[in-house]
């Protein structure tokens, strides 16, 4: 193995990335907008917390056709858990719990998929075979997912070079998890079936940063079809990682490009560390051929200790185990990730398979503070004879918990000395990441014969090309020309609303500065003002935009225009206060001024900028605040010293 060691992330160079062998891959899941489920007819994006039933599974694994166990499957197994459904009886039906056939392949979900795979430069595949994708997790209660292939082979630019895409499927979402403690399990199932797609790159990506960036290229490409979901939870992000002589790693469901780079950056950093302990292992002579560990029951000798973690155990009558790990002596404390070390991969096992989920849920040996005394230590060791040369790890709970987490501990140990295991990671809010679960088999998928195969037609392909939007860089391109802020450029290239300024720029002669700023920036404002923004759709934002074009509203009425019609759900011009015609504005500005008198503000060397506030606040929105401005200072020439 060379000799490098980690930097911190800041100081990490593009060399030193391509020194480890740093490689990474993307699998981007993406909800589509549908009003339907993908294989029912329940709607799509019905989120509730309320439910009409509740239902207990069990997952239990069964022999494959190839006589094997799946990895995973059998983790789940081991962790007896009672999964829970929350059932709303709005967004679910009996096709979701297996009780019916699947319905006919949602049709927009297909042409939507359609779009995105052109726009990766894809093929389009002829014929959809339907498989199952088997999910031993419980956040699909029926065991399995249907997904089928809808293009392949595809490129997307980036830098000098092109990104090579893999594929692209249709699949159903899966349920959305409420709780995880102990042996239960909670989902609530209304986000089940629910259409999205997975696209998945080869490992082009060298650095941690081009992860990222390229992540984003990707997701800006299916945004500017304004056809799918955004907001939390629409688009999750897979992340696999290797380096060289290290393991293809998945780090799942990372919630947000930006954590990318730190994660991919700790994961590589694990992988190299693990590499190194397999080293160090190797010249203590522990291979997997001599690796060697021994289990015993200590309650009896810690039952009087005072760490507290123990004694609570002692009082509800748990048991204690003691594993010691021959020759494997400070390597507990040998570090993996930014401030994490093994003994967190071991911890994070048992927490996981064993369900020892309150923390700590181990000690060891190699770092005795604060836990139980050096005379505790020594009687223990004592007990089991282990040697100077050992770590001991314990861990406590009911005693079938325990049993399950003292062979994790040993077999997390063992792993040590082939490298790094192949399971996948979640994405800690740390930018570290800890184990999540085995990775399951290649013998996952299934053929499904529930619904024949489908054939994709010519004419489908050709409605579809006929309407593909232009790439959100080459729109980037024609917005800098128009000189829309640098800010706007890209939200404004990838915005559902990108046609609708096309349109306001060209037909109704919109200055584009401010098209952009109505389309983009104003409902970003609304939004902080908690105003919620979705409920606009494209026509309001368009009658809008019409009726300033037209001169029905200021510029300075956009915005209220705006907030009004969220309110009311629809824009509708006479519902707006009518504009300012400047013979009315003279009147107003009369009336305003007798009032600032009746309440004696007057002699005051800032009286016009007193009097220009008050009439604006009775006319914002109805006319130009310029107008305004004028009219009041031609009113205090024309009356002297007001
Ligand atoms: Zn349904």
């Known amino acids: ?44 994006g019905l989120y509730n917390h309320n439910f009409d039933a509740e239902i207990l599974r069990h997952m239990r694994p069964t022999l494959s056709e190839l006589g094997e166990y799946d990895g995973t499957a059998l983790m789940e197994f081991k962790t007896k858990k009672d999964i829970i459904y929350h059932i709303n009886r709005e967004s679910v039906c009996t096709y979701e719990m297996d009780d019916t056939p699947p319905f006919e392949i949602n049709e927009q979900a297909l042409d939507i998929a359609i779009e995105i795979g052109m726009l990766y430069r894809c093929s389009i595949i002829d014929e959809i075979h339907i498989a199952r994708k088997q999910y031993l997790d419980g956040s699909i209660p029926t065991g399995f997912q249907r997904t089928f292939i809808i293009s392949v082979d595809g490129k997307v630019p980036y830098k000098d070079r092109n990104i090579e895409i893999f594929q692209i499927s249709i699949e159903e979402d899966s349920c959305r998890e409420v709780s995880d403690y102990g042996h239960t399990r909670v989902y609530v199932a209304d986000r089940l079936g629910m259409p999205l797609i997975e696209t998945v790159t080869a490992p082009d990506m060298k650095t941690p940063v081009e992860v990222a960036e390229v992540g984003k290229i990707l997701s800006n490409i299916v945004k500017s079809t304004g056809k799918v979901r955004t907001g939390a939870g629409a688009a999750r992000e897979d992340v696999n990682v290797s380096i060289e002589g290290g393991t293809r790693i998945e780090i799942k469901g990372v919630p947000s490009l930006k954590r990318i780079p730190l994660l991919t950056y700790n994961e590589a950093m694990r992988q190299w560390n693990l590499l190194k302990l397999r080293e160090e292992l190797k010249k203590r002579g522990i291979t997997p051929e001599t690796f060697s560990h021994k289990t015993e029951n200590i309650t009896r000798i810690l039952r009087k200790t005072i760490y507290q973690p123990l004694a609570n155990a002692m009082n509800e009558d748990k048991v204690v185990y003691a594993v010691t790990l021959k020759g494997f002596k400070n390597l507990l404390n040998w570090q993996t990730q930014t401030e994490t070390y093994f003994s967190k991969e071991i911890s994070d096992r048992v927490r996981v398979i064993a369900c020892l989920n309150t923390l700590p849920n181990i000690i060891h040996s190699d770092s005795t503070a604060e836990t139980i005394s050096i005379a505790e230590w020594q009687k223990v060791k004592k007990t089991i004879s282990a040697t100077d040369e050992d770590t001991v790890v314990i861990v406590w709970g009911p005693e079938a918990d325990v049993i399950t987490a003292s062979k994790e501990i040993a077999i997390r140990a063992k792993e040590a000395t082939t490298g790094v295991p192949s399971e996948t990671r979640q994405a800690l809010k740390d930018g570290t990441t800890g184990f999540e679960r085995i990775l399951p088999g290649p013998e996952r998928m299934y053929p499904d014969t529930d619904l024949p195969p489908k054939r994709i037609s010519d004419e489908r392909i050709n409605r579809i090309k006929a309407h593909l939007p232009e790439l959100y860089w080459e729109k980037e391109r024609w917005y800098r020309e128009l000189k829309v802020p640098e800010d706007l450029i890209e939200p404004l290239a990838v915005s559902r609303l990108t046609g609708l300024f096309s349109k306001a720029v060209k037909e ?135």
């Open 1 to 44: 193995m060379i000799d490098f060691t980690f930097k911190p992330f800041n100081e990490m160079t593009d060399d030193d990335y391509k020194l480890v062998g740093f490689k990474s891959g993307l699998e981007i899941h993406q909800q589509l907008y549908t009003d339907r489920k993908l294989f029912c007819r329940c709607p799509a």
């Open 508 to 642: 109704w002669k919109i200055d584009p500065k401010l098209a952009a700023l109505v389309l983009i920036q104003f409902p970003k404002r609304l939004r902080r003002m908690k105003i919620n923004f979705e409920k606009i759709d494209e026509e309001v934002f368009a009658g809008i935009l019409k009726a300033y074009s037209h001169g029905l509203i200021e510029r300075e009425g956009i915005f209220p225009a705006m907030s009004f019609a969220i309110r009311q759900g629809i824009f509708d011009l006479d519902d707006l206060p009518p504009p300012i015609e400047k013979e009315d504005l003279k009147e107003i500005i009369m009336n305003a001024n007798a009032e600032l008198r009746r309440n004696k503000i007057h002699n005051t060397n800032k009286y016009d900028v007193i009097l220009t506030g008050s009439v604006m606040n009775k006319v914002r929105g109805r006319i130009k605040s310029s107008i305004v401005i004028k009219s009041v200072a031609n009113f205090a020439k024309e009356h002297g010293n007001v």
